[in-house]
């Protein structure tokens, strides 16, 4: 068997460690605060940085690098291919405006939870869910929700490979803990997440059944005093319940 090392290129790791680093310092970044960032040379990051900007995935603004378009474009190639955007896109609409809250779609891939969509209602809160935020699956309800539609094998796998790192005091960074929840997920078929991954809010997530297609879920966020309110939180699991048959439905005959 091959070992991935020695097949990755290594000029590309730097140029995907120099966008990495951009998107770490907020999106934008001085060569300085790139060179402070990474463990590269300053020649060596601003000969990555021509590069990526020629290609249109850097642009440069007042001395600052910035994300291009360009990986937008190519994350709504990404984020369009298997179907599943185009049918729940809807249905993650009609949740936001029902409930006023924020409403979300997530994948996975390579391990992490990627957020493809998000939609808020008029009281929605403010979170770092924008297209393409990657986060650990165990540290939201909708990220449990995909880990619980897995086997015990490749939950663990995503396990060794990424740990279980506390977000709030409220995180599981637990093992077993992580693995009791899920059975619970799977047999009620609702995930909760109660402040953590970001203190004061709460979340409910629901796995969808998608075929063969990437595994998904959807979630509804809100603050967790509202979320507390039992008939609050009844309304909230109904709503994303009823979303994710009508995008199993749609999905089953697409």
């Known amino acids: 068997m091959k070992n991935a ?17 951009i998107e770490t310092l907020g999106g934008g970044a001085t060569l300085a ?3 402070d960032e990474l463990e590269f040379a300053k020649s060596t990051i601003y000969k990555h940085l021509n590069t990526l900007e020629k290609g249109g995935l850097v642009v440069m603004r007042d001395n600052e690098y910035l994300i291009g378009l360009r990986c937008l474009e190519l994350g709504g190639i990404a984020q369009r291919y298997d179907g599943i955007y185009e049918v729940a ?10 409930t006023g809250e924020l409403a979300n779609l997530m994948i996975e891939e390579h391990g992490y939870g990627i957020y493809i969509h998000t939609t808020s209602g008029d009281q929605a809160v403010n979170l770092d869910t924008s297209l393409g935020k990657r986060v650990h699956l165990h540290q939201t309800a909708i990220g449990k929700a995909l880990l619980s539609s897995f086997s015990d094998e490749r939950v663990e796998e995503i396990l060794d490979r990424h740990g279980l790192p506390g977000e709030t005091d409220n995180t599981i960074t637990d093992r077993e803990a992580l693995f009791e929840e899920l059975e619970t997920i799977r047999a009620e078929g609702i995930a909760y997440d109660k402040e ?45 319940k009823q979303a994710a048959n009508v995008i199993e439905v749609n999905l089953a005959h697409k």
């Not at 097949?7 to 995907?16: F, G, P």
């Not at 979320?227 to 939180?233: F, T």
Request: hydrophobic content about 35%.
């Open 5 to 21: 090392k020695t097949d990755s290129v290594r000029a590309t790791e730097t140029s995907l460690a120099v966008l990495s680093g």
């Open 33 to 35: 605060e790139l060179t």
């Open 89 to 98: 896109k809807p249905e993650v609409r009609r949740m936001a405006v029902e």
């Open 196 to 240: 953590e991954r970001v203190n004061g809010t709460g979340c409910v997530g629901v796995p969808v059944e998608t075929g063969d297609r990437r595994e998904a879920a959807i979630s509804i966020t809100a603050p967790i005093n509202r979320m507390a309110a039992p008939e609050r939180e009844s309304e909230i699991i109904d709503t994303v």
